[in-house]
């Protein structure tokens, strides 16, 4: 029997008996660990590759809804139009007769409009290019907003349609928000392709805001775009950021993978 007071001998690894022991339960802790973060890893995976699936079924919706708006109720009313001019009216009834004509026109007018913003055919048809040029042309027309666009990503080359409704949808938002909270009428957007990401920023001279009071859920709505913007570029696995301090304009950047590169 082994006296209490001697030491325990060492093993054949050189250590006491009671730091094998310590080694291997620290070993065992690591790989459990290991396993742990692989799941984590995939279920992170399965999680950004099922919200991306939700994201493009969102965009095929919005597409069908802008073709129907266009084909059906649009081409429904300019029929109607059509009819009411043919419409034969005395002196009596001529005024109530344009005056139809005029609201039968302004609603073609808000259908068409309305379909445009849920999918523009200019992005599907032409790129991404034209879709930021119909998108800040339009709202120059509208509310006054003029935005300049530094392009340098290729005159000719489509990008990924997907990438390229992720950079629409995010300019749409920030423009939205440029118009909202920054109290100026002028913007900048600039595209800029890397040899494998696509960086993509917009940027204003306003008022400014707490960047991370905006961005935490406390918020609510008022920071519900921004977050909103950062979770799309997330599911690309991109990377989002934004300067901004009250009464010092606003900064928002966006770099993306390409499809089939790693960033």
């Known amino acids: 029997m082994q006296d209490p007071q001697t030491p325990a001998k060492p093993t054949e690894t050189g250590q006491s008996p009671a730091l094998e022991r310590i080694a291997e339960r620290v070993e065992q ?26 994201w493009k079924v ?25 009819q009411l001019r043919r419409v034969p009216a005395g002196e009596d009834a001529q005024v109530d007769l344009e005056a139809a004509i005029q609201v039968a026109e302004l609603a073609l007018t808000d259908v068409r409009e309305l379909s445009r913003l849920l999918r ?3 992005l599907d048809d032409l790129g991404l290019q034209a879709g930021l040029n119909w998108l800040t042309r339009m709202l120059r027309e509208h509310s006054g907003l003029v935005t300049s666009i530094e392009w340098q990503a290729g005159e000719d080359e489509r990008l990924d349609p997907e990438l390229e ?10 423009l939205n928000n440029v118009l909202k909270h920054s109290g100026q009428l002028e913007a900048r957007l600039a595209v800029r392709r890397h ?32 977050r909103g913007i950062r979770d799309r570029v997330e599911l690309f696995g991109g ?4 300067e901004s301090a009250p009464g010092r304009g606003s900064r928002l950047r966006v770099i993306v993978p390409l499809p089939g590169t790693r960033a």
């Open 195 to 226: 040899a494998n990401t696509l960086e993509f920023t917009i940027a204003d001279t306003g008022h400014g805001f707490d960047v991370a009071q905006v961005l935490s859920l406390a918020s609510g709505a008022a920071g519900l775009g921004l």
């Open 58 to 82: 969102q965009e095929e919706e919005r597409r069908r809804l802008a073709r129907e708006l266009h084909d059906g109720i649009g081409q429904t009313l300019t029929a109607l139009i059509n």
């Open 239 to 242: 990377q989002f950021a934004v």
């Open 120 to 122: 523009p055919p200019v």
């Open 29 to 54: 802790i690591s790989a459990r660990n290991e396993r742990l973060l692989e799941r984590m890893i995939e279920g992170e995976k399965r999680f950004r590759g099922l919200a991306k699936a939700v």
């Open 165 to 174: 409704t992720l950079i629409f949808r995010i300019a749409q938002e920030g």
